[in-house]
């Protein structure tokens, strides 16, 4: 089975510190993405990754930035943290055969920024 | 206009009642993939199951069945005499060719709670 681990189930920061979330899968997975999820709008999608040092932005990428060194590791960075970016925080990941494979998630990251 | 309607955002059933969670979607591509998920409390979001569009067929799984209509774009989900396990928000998400590769994106999703 596919192993997703977030570094967190719940963190407290505060507005302007640089924020990191961790994300370790251990099933080599070429595909990685971060989502936040907020109730009422469902999953949106921040950024993904399909390969080492490569990144692409999803449909809200603004004030997040990523990181992938290496393969089992995608981190999403909050440049400068702000209220409204509290919110469950989901990683995520998949093999890349043409969109017909089932995404893995992890646990979750509960983030409050006060 | 959102890809993957899920119209329903909380549905509260007494154990052992039917219920379906209704998933209607938006695409314009010809080959494209369906998902459902779960997500119990605990907040990891388990997949339950994987429709591509060229196979209509229906699919049966103990207590869970998918109804895939292209007609209607709807992709919807029965539960047959649900338990208090059941209790989850649950989604539907589309898989479609977008800026070059299959990026998911996913309904609002429905909240399911079942009363013993």
């Known amino acids: 089975d596919v192993k997703v681990t977030q570094s967190s189930r719940y963190l407290v920061k505060r507005t302007g510190e640089k924020v990191f979330l961790e994300c370790v899968q251990d099933?080599?997975?070429?595909?990685m993405f971060w989502y936040r999820q907020d109730p009422g709008l469902g999953l949106r999608l921040i950024y993904f990754?399909?390969?080492?040092?490569?990144?692409e932005k999803g449909d809200i990428p603004e004030g997040y930035s990523v990181s992938r060194e290496k393969k089992e590791r995608f981190s999403l960075i909050l440049e400068s943290a702000s209220t409204n970016q509290t919110s469950m925080y989901l990683c995520?990941?998949?093999?890349?055969?043409?969109?017909?494979?089932?995404?893995?998630f992890g646990d979750g990251t509960r983030l409050s920024i006060l | 206009a959102q890809k993957v309607t899920q119209a329903q955002t909380e549905i509260s059933v007494v154990e052992k009642e039917d219920v379906t969670l209704d998933c209607v979607y938006e695409?314009?591509?010809?080959?494209?993939?369906l998902f459902w998920y779960k997500q119990p409390p605990s907040g990891e979001l388990v997949f339950l199951i994987r429709?591509?569009?060229?196979?209509?067929q229906n699919e049966i799984s103990g207590r869970y069945s998918w109804n895939f209509q292209k007609s209607t774009s709807s992709f919807n989900f029965t539960i047959t005499a649900s338990q208090v396990v059941d209790s989850a928000v649950y989604f539907c998400?589309?898989?479609?060719?977008?800026?070059?590769?299959?990026?998911?994106?996913f309904g609002r999703g429905t909240s399911l709670i079942v009363h013993p």
């Open positions: 998400a589309l898989s479609e060719a977008q800026r070059g590769s299959y990026i998911p994106t």
């Open positions: 990754s399909y390969d080492v040092k490569m990144k």
């Open positions: 099933m080599d997975h070429e595909n």
């Open positions: 995520a990941t998949a093999l890349p055969t043409g969109g017909n494979q089932p995404q893995h």
């Open positions: 695409t314009r591509d010809t080959t494209y993939y």
């Open positions: 429709r591509n569009s060229f196979d209509e």
